[in-house]
């Protein structure tokens, strides 16, 4: 009551707002005259000219008045448009990071040429999102010859399009495309190995047409790349046959091919081993003659080796994993729960799997994925547009940050929405829909038909048939065709059945929209020019007499023939009538039969509808079922609203990850010479080696030489007489044997530079580490898929299953990057080099064959309704209250030895790791 009564005396915010806005308005309207005046070059100087005041360090604000009237006289020569004033504060609305609700019809593509225009002064490019191609290319195609006459250039991003003509689009003032065109060339722009290949500048500004739908509607789920990487599921299966040729060692020093080292979960393949291992291979037909396992082209095979000797080892049923329907479910070590839905690493799951003969999974594997929310926000400055956004204001003022302006229409408001008729049945809902349609056509009216799904399109038409009503059907399948359709859907009796996606974009035009219409008749090549032009005059002259008559009937009626889950959908329906003054009504027709009714307002509608007793045919209207269906509406859009908000909070999780690595990726993308970053990396994987097997400051008893050895040579290929150097000077410690290790490791590395040249060494080493992160992302983010599948499936008593998704999440990623720097320090040190060796060219990371670009359509309310979903608390999860101590993991009644590996996940063993005593 307060509020609104402050309200009324100090004005809303919004009217605030407006007020504010108007000022600026007076002032650019001021301007007028003198911009007015100034001859066409004059005017398209002005371009320079702000570019240079920009430069010079004014700012965009305080060029804006200038910019926007110089824009309007633009579009007034070029388009014969002169924005509105409302549009001029539309234009505000969206330079400032907002969002201009503006109905349908108030000219809302115009409004976005002049922030545009504005902040593509800055020459950091601008994004216009629409949702589909066709929009797309249309609008830019609108808008091109202002934008050209004011010195700017305008790209489009269509699907299908080569990456050259992306990247020459991208690099455009200003770039029209759609919010999937946008998105996924992001995730692909950070899958690319050379960092020309990429299409998009840095991310400045955008202006997202019908924000609703993309940042709404389509944001329920993600956008994914997925393909079929080095998926070898036949070659997990014959690999798995190698174990069994080769020989397992009795004891460490023992005769044979390779020894398990049971303490540190590893195995070391000897020197006999590998060249055992190279032969059987090579008789399989997996090596080349003569080939090494070391050689850069043998990296994949050499860790699937190593996966299925670890599988045939390491791994056994009923201890580390038992066969659940045809799954293998790993056993935690720990505690003995069974972690469903998680997966090993590094193909190893693969490697048990087909050890155990079950099916081998990840046919297709997702390579990148990002939710429109994540990818829109990495935008320095966002904006949006719509008929339809007041309802879902907190919602983008909450994940987007967006606030919504509420702009007045240019004209009055003429439609009339009359109140809706509820039926006992659909069957007499649709008789009712049939009388109303036939009663516009029959004085001349046109009726614009709205249905929540195709098959209720397609029920309509079959109606309209058997009434002998001729009619126009869209289902949201051709864009362009059906834009057509629309443009004419004002004329004279005209009926139009469309779902509530079809024809989006395109004005309603009462009595016909000529300049469509003059268009087809020009791309027509059976016409002759005379013919032409004879038939557009006619419809020229015919249009006024035609526009009248329609006007007369009471211009464009809107019938929706169900309420859709979300107000906002009615909205546009209905905004689809009255624009820009235009006479219009609109009308919704329910029953108790429609899923909303049915599945939330049944109980209580059916007994006031009992009490109401309507005849047959008879339709019930009434304030209170008018509130109850609200209600029910409300209640879905809540429940989508907490769909969107859980995508978002899992891909939160992912996304942290994703920005670190795209990071990384960068760097070495970018890197002129990554030698520095790849030493480090080596040296701080040995001395990681070397703090297990000689922890500092532990007594030499307590050290594990030949395991220390034994690694090196097994999994760096780095000779190192460790015990010789100790029995020569028994005073060497831990970090002694670091910098000596250090230092042979990269005289190695500089010798075999010396070798092939400091160049192709440079690029080999981009390669492998581009190859390591990229193999070891996509197995992370396939696991990260099969924790979220499983995470619910989990009997965690009292536990949280997003907090747990987070902290299993958070640790897998520490082992990720773990994973990498071990396997690029493999990698690269155990690289075997010849003179003239081409290494770059072997070792050119493989683009994943065939990559599928996937946004699933949003779930129907169906699907929404009947899912019972857990509901999850939204509590943050930091990983530092992540306790790994003896007495922290006492307390849980775990009992860890202090030779297990550390439960932390980090793979030292415990002692030196979170149990080190102190
Ligand atoms: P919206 O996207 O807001 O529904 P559109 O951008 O499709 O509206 O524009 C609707 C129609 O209004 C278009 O035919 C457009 O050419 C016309 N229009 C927009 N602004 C103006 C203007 N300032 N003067 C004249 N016509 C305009
Ligand atoms: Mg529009």
């Not at 504010?20 to 002032?27: A, E, M």
């Not at 008789?283 to 599988?311: K, P, T, W």
């Not at 004329?491 to 469309?498: C, H, P």
Request: glycine share 6%; with cysteine; proline share 3%.
């Amino acid at each position: 009551m307060l509020t609104n009564l402050a309200k009324k005396v100090f004005g809303s915010r919004n009217d605030r707002l407006l007020k504010q806005y108007r000022k600026t308005v007076s002032k650019i309207n001021d301007l007028e005259p003198k911009i007015k005046a100034l001859s066409d070059d004059e005017l398209k100087a002005k371009t320079p000219e702000f570019k240079q005041r920009i430069a010079n360090g004014e700012s965009l604000d305080s060029i804006l008045p200038e910019a926007f009237a110089v824009c309007r006289e633009a579009s007034r020569r070029v388009l014969g448009m002169r924005h509105f004033d409302v549009q001029l504060i539309g234009g505000m609305v969206l330079h400032n990071g907002k969002i201009a609700e503006m109905r349908t019809g108030e000219g809302k593509t115009l409004v976005a040429t002049l922030p545009v225009y504005l902040n593509a002064l800055t020459g950091r490019g601008v994004h216009v999102v629409t949702v589909n191609d066709y929009l797309a290319s249309r609008d830019a195609g609108i808008m091109e010859p202002l934008y050209n006459f004011l010195g700017l250039t305008v790209g489009v991003i269509v699907s299908d399009m080569q990456p050259f003509f992306r990247q020459t689009a991208y690099n455009s003032d200003i770039t029209y495309g759609t919010n999937n065109e946008f998105g996924f060339d992001y995730l692909r722009d950070n899958m690319v190995t050379d960092q020309y290949d990429k299409v998009q500048r840095d991310l400045a500004f955008a202006v997202v047409d019908e924000v609703d739908s993309i940042l709404i509607d389509e944001a329920r789920t993600p956008l994914i790349i997925s393909g079929q990487a080095d998926d070898n599921v036949q070659l997990y299966q014959v690999i798995d046959q190698v174990p069994g040729k080769l020989h397992r060692q009795e004891t460490e020093e023992g005769e044979g091919d390779y020894w398990v080292d049971e303490k540190a979960h590893q195995v070391i393949l000897s020197e006999a081993g590998h060249e055992h291992a190279e032969q059987v291979l090579t008789d399989m037909g997996l090596l080349q003659e003569g080939d090494s396992l070391y050689s850069a082209g043998n990296i994949m095979l050499m860790h699937h080796l190593m996966a299925a000797l670890r599988a045939h080892t390491l791994f056994h049923k009923d201890q580390h994993y038992v066969i659940q329907d045809g799954e293998i479910v790993i056993v935690d070590e720990f505690t003995g729960r069974l972690m469903a839905g998680r997966r090993w690493s590094e193909g190893l799951h693969q490697a048990v799997e087909a050890k155990e003969g079950v099916e081998i999974k990840r046919e297709n594997q997702t390579l990148a994925s990002i939710t429109f929310q994540n990818y829109f926000r990495l935008y320095d400055k966002l904006s949006g547009m719509t008929g339809t956004a007041d309802t879902e204001a907190f919602e983008f003022q909450s994940i987007y940050g967006l606030e919504t302006v509420i702009i007045p229409t240019n004209r009055p408001m003429q439609r009339k929405d009359y109140n809706d008729q509820i039926f006992r049945t659909a069957e007499e809902k649709y008789e009712a829909v049939v009388n109303d349609i036939q009663a516009c056509f029959d004085k001349g009216q046109p009726v614009l038909v709205g249905t929540t799904s195709i098959e209720n399109s397609e029920l309509v038409s079959r109606l309209l048939t058997e009434a002998g009503l001729p009619h126009n059907v869209l289902n949201a399948k051709e864009h362009e065709r059906e834009a057509l359709i629309v443009a004419q859907a004002g004329k004279t009796s005209m009926i139009t059945v469309a779902t509530n996606m079809a024809g989006r974009g395109t004005d309603i035009v009462l009595g016909g929209n000529v300049k469509h219409l003059s268009d087809a008749i020009m791309a027509d090549e059976t016409l002759s020019d005379e013919e032409k032009q004879a038939r557009i005059s006619s419809l020229e002259n015919n249009w006024e007499t035609e526009h009248r008559r329609v006007l007369e009937a009471g211009g464009l009626h809107i019938i929706g023939t169900e309420r859709h889950e979300s107000r906002r959908i009615d909205n546009q329906l209905r905004g689809r009538a009255g624009r820009q003054g235009d006479p219009g009504s609109s009308r919704f027709y329910l029953s108790f039969e429609d899923p909303l009714l049915r599945l939330f307002a049944l109980d209580r509608a059916a007994a006031i509808l009992n009490r109401l007793a309507p005849e047959r045919g008879v339709a019930i209207e009434h304030s209170l079922l008018t509130r109850q269906i609200e209600g029910a509406q409300r209640k879905v859009e809540g429940r989508n609203f907490d769909m969107r908000k859980q995508v978002l909070e899992y891909d939160d999780v992912a996304n942290d990850q994703r920005k670190v690595i795209y990071h990384y990726r960068n760097e070495i993308l970018t890197n002129k010479d990554v030698g520095d970053l790849a030493q480090s990396i080596r040296d701080e994987v040995v001395a990681d080696l070397v703090n297990i097997y000689m922890p500092p400051d532990t007594m030499e008893e307590e050290w594990d030489i030949p395991s220390l050895e034994a690694q090196l040579a097994g999994e760096f290929r780095i000779q190192a007489d460790i015990q010789g150097w100790l029995k020569q000077d028994n005073t060497l410690d831990n970090q002694d044997v670091k910098e000596r290790l250090v230092q042979q490791v990269e005289k190695e590395y500089a010798a075999k530079v010396e070798l092939v040249g400091k160049q192709n060494m440079s690029g080999f080493e981009r390669n492998v580490l581009l190859q390591v992160i990229d193999s070891n992302w996509r197995e992370h983010l396939a696991a990260m898929d099969y924790l979220r599948q499983g995470i619910h499936l989990r009997s965690y008593a009292q536990k949280n299953p997003k907090q747990e998704y987070k902290r299993e999440a958070f640790i897998m990623f520490e082992n990720l990057w773990a994973g990498i720097k071990q396997s690029a320090a493999s990698l690269m040190t155990s690289v075997e080099v010849e003179q003239s060796d081409n290494i770059v060219a072997e070792s050119e990371p493989q683009e994943p064959a065939m990559m599928q670009t996937i946004h699933s359509g949003a779930p129907t309310m169906e699907d929404v309704l009947g899912e019972s979903r857990q509901e999850l608390a939204t509590e943050a999860f930091d990983p530092t209250g992540n306790d790994f101590s003896p007495e922290a993991l006492a307390a849980q009644g775990l009992n860890v030895h202090r030779n297990d590996p550390c439960p932390c996940g980090s793979g030292k063993k415990y002692k030196h790791c979170h149990g080190k005593l102190n």
